[in-house]
C-alpha cells in the first residue's frame, strides 16, 4: 500500500532516531503499519556545511530550511525537529503542531578519565560548541580549556573516548535517544547548566490548516508545551541564538511552573538570572508572556555587556 504519511527528516543518527519514535508513536496511534508511515530523509545546507562561518550566516534556520520547503512543496506532511534548534518564527504556511512529552532536558558530562566536572584537574581540555555551556563550565571553574567540538553525536563521543579532549558536554536526551546513556558520567544539574530553551523536547511541523493531518495534535504533551511556550518566551525577548549564552528551563510542580532564565557573558565572568513562577492553568499564552517578562529583565540587567568583544 502506497504510504499515507511521509515524515521529513534530517539524515543525522539522531535525527532519524528521533523521527523513528515519532514514525512509531504515529502508526500506533493511527492503527497503521510502517509501510503507511515512512521517513522521507532530507539533507539540508546545515548537515552539508560544517563551518563555523555557516552559523554566521544563516545559524539554526539552515538545519530546517530544505525540510520546511518539503513541507510547503507537499512532498512530506510532517517534520520532526529539535525543539532547541527551532527558531523563534515559523515560515509563513507552516506551524508547530504538536510537541510530544519531553525527554530528560539536562547536560550530561562524558569523559574516558574522570568521574565528574568537578573532578577535572586545573586546566583540564573541555569540548563544546555550545556557547551557554562554555560560559556555565567558565563559571564554575575559569581555569578550564575551552575547545571547539562539532560533528555528530557519534564523532563527539569517540574524540572524548579517544581522550582528544578531558571531557565533553552533550545534551542528555540525545544519548539516550541514540541509546548511547552509557556513556554520561554525571548528569549536570539543572542549576549550573541551565539547559538551552527547549532542550529535551520535539517539535512536529505541519502545514498551517492542513486538515488531513490535524490528528497530529493528539502527540501533543500539554505540559510540555505549556514550559516550552515559557522557555521560548524567554528565548525571544533574549535574541537567543547560538552566537549568545542564554539558557531557559521550565519545571512543572503539581499546578504551578516556574521558569528560570539567564545570560551569561561567554567567558563566565557574569551572569544575569530571573526567575518567575505562574498557574499551570493560566495556559501557554500566559507563559510565553512571562517568558518575555523574565527574559526582559535579564536582557535589560545584561545590557551590551555580553557582546562578543
Ligand atoms: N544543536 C544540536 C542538538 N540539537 C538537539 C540536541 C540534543 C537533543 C535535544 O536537546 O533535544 C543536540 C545535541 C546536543 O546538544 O548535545
Redesign the pocket.
Known amino acids: 500500500m502506497a504510504p499515507l504519511i511521509r515524515i521529513g527528516t534530517r539524515r543525522s543518527a ?1 535525527a532519524l532516531a ?1 523521527s523513528g519514535m515519532m514514525q512509531r508513536a504515529i502508526a500506533a496511534a493511527m492503527d497503521l503499519t510502517l509501510e503507511q508511515v515512512v521517513l522521507v530523509e532530507i539533507v539540508t545546507t546545515g548537515d552539508r556545511i560544517q563551518d563555523r562561518r555557516l552559523m554566521e550566516v544563516g545559524g ?1 534556520a539552515l ?1 530546517t530550511k530544505e525540510i520546511e520547503e518539503a513541507l510547503l512543496d507537499g512532498r512530506i506532511d510532517i517534520a520532526v525537529h ?4 527551532v527558531p523563534a518564527e515559523q515560515p509563513p504556511g507552516l506551524t508547530l503542531a504538536a510537541i510530544p512529552e ?2 530528560d ?1 539536562r ?2 558530562f562524558i569523559s574516558r578519565d574522570w568521574d565528574s566536572f568537578d573532578a577535572l584537574p586545573h586546566g583540564a581540555r573541555l569540548g563544546t ?2 556557547l551557554r ?1 562554555q560560559a556555565q563550565a567558565l563559571a564554575l571553574r575559569p581555569d578550564l580549556q575551552i575547545e571547539m567540538l562539532r560533528g555528530n ?1 557519534d564523532t ?1 563521543l569517540r574524540r572524548a573516548a579517544d581522550g582528544e579532549f578531558d571531557a565533553i ?7 539516550n ?1 541514540l541509546g548511547r546513556t552509557e556513556a554520561v558520567r554525571e548528569y549536570l544539574s539543572l542549576d549550573a547548566f541551565l ?2 530553551p ?5 517539535a512536529l511541523q505541519t502545514r498551517e490548516g492542513d486538515t488531513d493531518h490535524a490528528w497530529v495534535a493528539a502527540l501533543n504533551h500539554a505540559d510540555t508545551a505549556l514550559a516550552i511556550a515559557a522557555e521560548r518566551g524567554a528565548m525571544v525577548a533574549l535574541e537567543g541564538s ?1 552566537r549568545t549564552a542564554v539558557g531557559a528551563h521550565a519545571i512543572l510542580d503539581n499546578d504551578h511552573l516556574t521558569l528560570t532564565t539567564e545570560m551569561l557573558a561567554p567567558d563566565g565572568t557574569a551572569r544575569w538570572r530571573r526567575a518567575g513562577t505562574l498557574g499551570v492553568v493560566e495556559g501557554e499564552a500566559a507563559a510565553r508572556t512571562l517568558g518575555e517578562q523574565l527574559g526582559h529583565q535579564v536582557h535589560l540587567a545584561a545590557g551590551d555587556q555580553t557582546l562578543p568583544g
Open positions: 539522531l528521533q539554526k538545519f529539535s525543539m532547541k534548534d519531553r525527554e532536558a547536560d550530561a560548541a555550545s555551556r553525536i563527539r558536554l552533550l545534551a542528555s536526551a540525545g544519548l535517544r539547559p538551552a527547549g532542550q529535551g523536547a520535539l547560538c
